[in-house]
């Protein structure tokens, strides 16, 4: 059984290890950027609550019309991400 020379293998496995002495650096970024896109999740639906009492006196709402509301702005956010997602031509 032929394993190839001891010459050949250091070389393959030095793309992989350079790909892991990058790995930390890129996964940092990754994970500031998923905290950042959650805190603003949180941060707009505080919004929308906070709003909510402003909400029921201007127009009139009923609880299960602000329940709708509610729904209606976590669904446009998330139809709104997905169009950005979308390749634009």
């Given amino acids: ?4 020379t001891p010459e050949a293998r250091p ?3 030095q793309p992989q290890a350079a790909a892991t002495a990058r790995a930390p ?5 990754v994970l500031a950027v998923i905290a950042t ?6 941060l707009d639906l505080t919004i929308v609550t906070v709003a909510l009492p402003h909400i ?4 009139g709402f009923s609880g299960s019309s602000l ?8 669904r446009g956010g998330v139809r709104w ?4 997602r979308r390749p634009v031509r």
């Fill in 11 to 13: 070389a393959a496995r």
């Fill in 56 to 59: 029921q006196a201007a127009l």
């Fill in 25 to 29: 650096g890129r996964l940092g970024l």
């Fill in 37 to 42: 896109a959650q805190l603003m999740i949180i």
């Fill in 1 to 4: 059984m032929t394993t190839g």
């Fill in 67 to 74: 329940e709708w509301v509610v729904n209606a702005h976590l």
């Fill in 81 to 84: 991400a997905a169009a950005a």
